[in-house]
């Protein structure tokens, strides 16, 4: 016979006294392998959009809340977005996550009073809830 594993099962050996794997079972490696890749790459690609869509929620809360609270300190609606920074409403303007780090904001004026009354994404395309990301 030949040398035995703990389990009494016997090890394969090459023409040379080698140990190693038959090449059906390297075969269904890589295909066990492949099948979870296949598995994992939506899942993960899907997770990517949620975060950005996640990052432009999250940004576009910060920068409304900031409009309001300038609003009810002056009684006017911001110029621009700069200056939300220069009154230290906020630290920076963020990026749209979504749209890219170029793309900047659509900023909404008021008719009424003036000024910076709403932002929103200039991002193209519906998010997974179904809603533009220039509507949200």
Do not use: C
Request: without cysteine; proline residues 4%; charged residues 20%.
């Amino acid at each position: 016979m030949g040398p035995r594993l703990q389990t009494g099962r016997r090890i394969r050996q090459t023409r040379n006294g080698a140990a190693g794997f038959t090449l059906m079972e390297l075969v269904l490696v890589l295909f066990i392998v492949g099948l979870l890749a296949v598995v994992a790459v939506p899942n993960i690609s899907g997770s990517l959009t949620r975060a950005r869509e996640a990052a432009l929620a999250e940004n576009l809360t910060v920068m409304r809340r900031a409009i309001d609270a300038y609003y009810g300190d002056k009684g006017a609606y911001p110029e621009n977005l700069s200056a939300l920074v220069e009154m230290s409403y906020i630290r920076f303007i963020p990026d749209d996550p979504v749209a890219g780090d170029e793309a900047g904001w659509a900023v909404i004026e008021d008719r009424d009073a003036g000024g910076l009354r709403d932002v929103r994404s200039t991002a193209a395309g519906v998010g997974t809830n179904g809603v533009e990301y220039s509507a949200w």
